[in-house]
């Protein structure tokens, strides 16, 4: 039933096995967690937001370690950068490019559509929305310091409801050298709120031959399917609905994923977090994902107790199990 919605796809010289991608999410799409949406069914997956400014100036490369890890498969996996200034993101993309290990993903993303003031105010994501013109010569730039790696973009409808320009932009950035557009089609003075215009996606379908990438309230699989269907889309960006539930890819598919499975994939993220980021930091931030993971259960609120009291690694697999077991 799923066979016209989810397929394989390419984006310039890469293929993914499907055309599920999960979101740059902050907080939630470290290394470990988008190895497990892999593993899933995702397709591709895209790290969190990280500073093209950052780049240039870790010069040990500590600063923005959990940011750049790449996942188990790098082949399936984007990295995503920010920054105002097209000289210093195409130098940022160069220096990624000659790292060992930070040089294998097989995407490099612009982000044009953070809608959060302390991006915005630095002229950066979706403040790039109201200048196509420097959009442009960014994407350029990139794709000159990207060696060959496909780069895309990731955008909004516009800054306002009067400023709705993702179709031009988007045709724009396709002639600088996109290989691919992602549309959150909510403007950046609505960030999360409303609903996902998919007329806008549709008039950007129509204005570029590139890989169109559509986001916005997708969590089940008949949003999927209404997204094709009146937008046209060749891929689907899945952002707050898989927080703390790397297996609703398997589950868009039509396939159940069992409590015990969901359990282990959490205490596989667990073990990931921690050697990525320590014990200390590591649980204070897996707090929003377990949050995330038990939402609708019947037991949700006793989980959640258990979950967040526990004050160690070892104690919270335990409670994880005990959920989830």
Known sequence: MTD??????EIGRASFCSNLVMAPVAGTTAAPFRSLCRHFGAGLTVGELTSAAGIIYDADWQKNRRYLTVADDPSADCVQLFGADPKQMADAVRRLRQHPEYGKYALIDINMGCPVPKVMKTGAGAALMGKPVLAAEMVKRVVQAADGVPVTAKIRSGLDEAQINAPELARMLEAAGASAITVHARTAVQRYSGKADLDVIGRVRESIRIPLIGSGDLAVTADLARMKDAAGVDAFMIGRAAIGMPWIFSELRG???????????LITLVNGMVQLLGERTALAELRTQLGAAVRG???????RQRLFGADSAAELMRQIEACFG
């Open 4 to 9: 016209y919605i989810i397929e394989p796809f």
């Open 255 to 265: 396939q159940a994923v069992s409590e015990a499975k969901k359990g282990q994939a």
């Open 297 to 303: 259960r019947k037991d949700a609120s006793v989980c």
